[in-house]
């Protein structure tokens, strides 16, 4: 988008206007170049504006709310500035927190590859021309469209407790199940099979990279001898890298933003005995329930900065399996 | 918040926390914002009665919001921290407390001096219940009492005798062991470990207390107990599942164990029966917690408070005076927020009354009124977020993830935190 602003310092977006600008017509700028600026701005600014105002402001305000005691209801002439003491009580005095960050990771390392894994196999499948493959991708891509609905969550909860339908299916062959979703050791397993179900989005666009690969490439590997097997591990998946690699860092950090699903099914509680405990619960409760907004954005912003340094070692571990066509890395 | 300001300015007039309570009632057009939580029952006998108030009143027009209690809370947070407050809304002890502290609400007390708000004909107890450090921060719409809710007909079938009042904590779980024993794939009481009000009258009956000074007022040694009454209960079978239970605790009436029958009994509030009776064709009937009686008190199972940026504070007064002494007014309500805080009001209610299990709430109330104790300050700020620390722990040793007495260590570390 900011292309379209620093445009005129760049002379390759102006040959089709004939004779280059003269440096000094550059700097000054011509009439039509800045109104066409003028233009870009006006176009960009409801995005700006929704930018600035409900994305960066809200951001920097929460920062400077995480070193306060903002309570939410109290006036601002109540607001005292603690300095790290937020920071300091998370990581010294608050048990839950090591619960949730517990939680939150055993959801995000067993839930992302599973529902990676789930988009790439029913992907390569739908890839093939069969007769009514638009109607299957569409079927298959409509319980992400649900996402985080409350509605979803609901038929879950109906689904996983005691006399849900899970059961009833289990006792076709004879198993006797259990009541999922308030088992400790269970609840969060229902949450990982929700998320991995609602693997239509990576899916498409696991979709849209196999296009992309070469069929020639399978015609050679094919003429060298290699199975359909080793097709997928010596053509398909380093072909598809870097498509994996964009659905792994989305799926990533969508998959820690987890939140309706499981407030829904635990009924906001994160129980039982915390096992559904995500981080994004923890915040809402220390912001809304105990009225500690303060405490409430230092947990944010912990979130945050853990979430980015997992993003920075996925792109510096990428280069090692990460393969670009153009022989870029 | 800009509209908040002519009113803080007429507020400055006459002290910040001193609003005018001898103002005129004015002539000109007025519109009041009413927020509140409930069923579509009490969501129709709500707005009957506002109709009721804007009839008399004809300049008074009243916006009125209202939905089930799931979100009311963070709704109602969202809207006071924007500085819009509702000029009227209802609360109860969960949120009394951290609104009143952080000066949401209206001090009302020169209302009920002046009697502009009159609570000369409400139980004592009541008022004061409505007060926080002298001030009268909300006034109590009614007054509830928790009530265990049983199942009468399949007791009856079973041939097993009722729950009764005055019943010890032992005596009961031995009576719920038996109920188990009867029926298989059944049990005879909720499980009620994790509920704060239950370890509150459980305390109360022993004379001691949940709360004083805004600080925990029981001991570790008092919890561990507490706990480990219910491991016994579940060691006996008097008590169900830890999952079955869990079911119960984290879901509505309508997940209560009396109404999905998996249990004789629910630890619940008197003004609840007429709901659940909705949910099942079975009998239901109360009676009061184990324990002595005297350890429960007249409680206010809601109340309506003001906010303290409203720009009509002499309507909002005139109307929750309306509200809470009006014998019409009161007729419309019934006993859906408990009994009627004013005693007059309470007995023309109690004869108008038509819901069979309505009439059995005010009875109840009526036998067991006289045998209550003295009512308790109301929960200090932080208490809404103490009970669900309750609930956690409480499951952490119902699941058998830990003992009664790393969990009622665990308690103690975290109330220090909450109520800081």
Redesign the interface.
């Known amino acids: 988008m900011s292309n379209v602003i620093s445009e005129p310092a760049s002379p390759a977006a102006t040959p089709t206007r004939g004779s280059p600008p003269s440096p000094k017509r550059r700097a000054g700028q011509s009439p039509g170049r800045r109104q066409e600026g003028r233009a870009g701005l006006l176009f960009l600014s409801p995005w700006l504006l929704g930018l600035i105002g409900i994305t960066a402001f809200p951001m920097l305000f929460s920062l400077f709310l995480s070193f306060t005691n903002y309570?939410?209801?109290?006036?601002w002439e109540?607001l005292e500035f603690v300095g790290f003491d937020n920071y300091r009580?998370i990581f010294t005095?608050?048990?839950?927190f090591w619960k949730s960050v517990r939680v939150t990771l055993t959801f995000g390392l067993i839930a992302v590859p599973l529902k990676l894994a789930a988009s790439l196999g029913v992907a390569l499948l739908l890839n093939k021309a069969r007769r009514g493959v638009g109607l299957y991708r569409s079927m298959f891509y409509l319980p992400s469209l649900l996402g985080g609905s409350v509605a979803l969550a609901l038929v879950w909860l109906a689904m996983f407790?005691?006399d849900g339908a899970f059961n009833d299916f289990l006792a076709l062959f004879g198993i006797e199940g259990?009541?999922w979703i308030?088992?400790?050791d269970w609840a969060l397993a229902t949450l990982i099979v929700l998320s991995v179900w609602q693997f239509g989005a990576p899916m498409v666009i696991f979709l849209a990279g196999l296009k992309q690969v070469p069929t020639e490439l399978y015609e050679a590997a094919s003429v060298d001898g290699a199975s359909k097997l080793r097709q997928f591990f010596h053509v398909t998946l380093p072909m598809l890298s870097p498509v994996i690699f964009f659905n792994l860092v989305l799926e990533t950090i969508h998959g820690f933003q987890g939140f309706t699903a499981a407030f829904v099914i635990?009924?906001?509680?994160?129980?039982?005995?915390?096992a559904t405990k995500l981080y994004t619960l923890l915040i809402y409760?220390k912001g809304?329930?105990?009225?500690q907004m303060g405490y409430a954005s230092a947990l944010a912003w912990i979130f945050l900065a853990v979430i980015g340094l997992i993003t920075v070692v996925f792109f510096s571990t990428g280069r090692f399996w990460v393969h670009y066509s153009d022989g870029e890395k | 918040m800009a509209v908040a300001l002519p009113a803080a300015g007429l507020l400055a007039a006459c002290g910040d926390d001193e609003p005018a309570a001898g103002a005129e009632y004015p002539t000109g057009p007025v519109t009041l914002t009413f927020y509140w939580w409930g069923g579509e029952a009490r969501a129709k006998l709500t707005d009957d009665a506002l109709n009721l108030y804007t009839k008399a009143h004809p300049n008074v027009t009243i916006t009125r919001t209202w939905q089930a209690f799931t979100g009311y809370y963070d709704k109602l947070a969202t809207i006071s921290a924007g500085g819009n407050a509702p000029d009227i809304f209802q609360i109860d002890d969960n949120g009394l407390a951290e609104y009143a502290s952080r000066n949401v609400t209206l001090d009302l007390s020169p209302y009920t001096k002046s009697g502009a708000i009159d609570v000369s004909k409400h139980p004592k107890s009541l008022t004061e219940y409505g007060q926080l450090k002298g001030k009268q921060v909300a006034i109590a719409t009614g007054e509830n009492t928790p009530a265990i809710i049983y199942d009468k007909t399949i007791l009856t079938e079973l041939g097993l005798a009722l729950p009764k009042v005055g019943m010890t904590y032992e005596e009961i779980i031995t009576w719920g062991a038996e109920v188990s024993a009867k029926k298989p794939g059944y049990w005879g009481l909720m499980d009620p470990s994790s509920d704060y009000k239950a370890l509150w009258l459980w305390l109360r009956a022993q004379g001691k207390e949940f709360y004083s000074d805004n600080k925990i007022a029981f001991s570790e040694a008092d919890l561990i107990a507490w706990f480990q009454l219910w491991v016994d209960a579940r060691a006996k079978n008097a008590v169900p599942p830890a999952d079955v239970v869990h079911e119960a605790v984290t879901g509505s009436v309508a997940t209560q164990l009396v109404v999905t029958k998996k249990a004789a009994v629910s630890f619940m509030w008197s003004n609840q029966l007429s709901e659940m009776q909705k949910a099942t064709k079975n009998d239901l009937a109360m009676t009061a917690y184990p324990g002595d009686p005297k350890g429960q008190w007249a409680r206010a199972s809601t109340y309506w408070a003001a906010s303290r940026t409203t720009k009509n504070a002499v309507v909002v007064a005139d109307l929750i005076n309306f509200l809470v002494n009006n014998v019409e007014a009161g007729k419309v309500q019934g006993v859906d927020r408990g009994l009627p805080s004013n005693l007059d009001v309470r007995t023309a209610v109690s004869d108008s009354l038509t819901d069979q299990k309505m009439k059995d709430t005010v009875a109840f109330e009526n036998e067991i009124t006289p045998k209550f104790g003295p009512a308790p300050a109301p929960p200090p700020k932080g208490h809404s977020g103490l009970r669900n620390t309750l609930r956690d722990i409480a499951e952490t040793v119902t699941y058998g993830k830990a003992t009664p007495e790393a969990a009622a260590k665990q308690f103690f570390t975290q109330a220090a935190a909450a109520l800081a």
């Open positions: 309570d939410v209801l109290s006036s109540f009580k005095t608050d048990p839950i407790n005691g259990k009541s308030n088992e400790p635990s009924n906001g509680t994160g129980g039982p005995v915390y409760d809304f329930t105990d009225f």
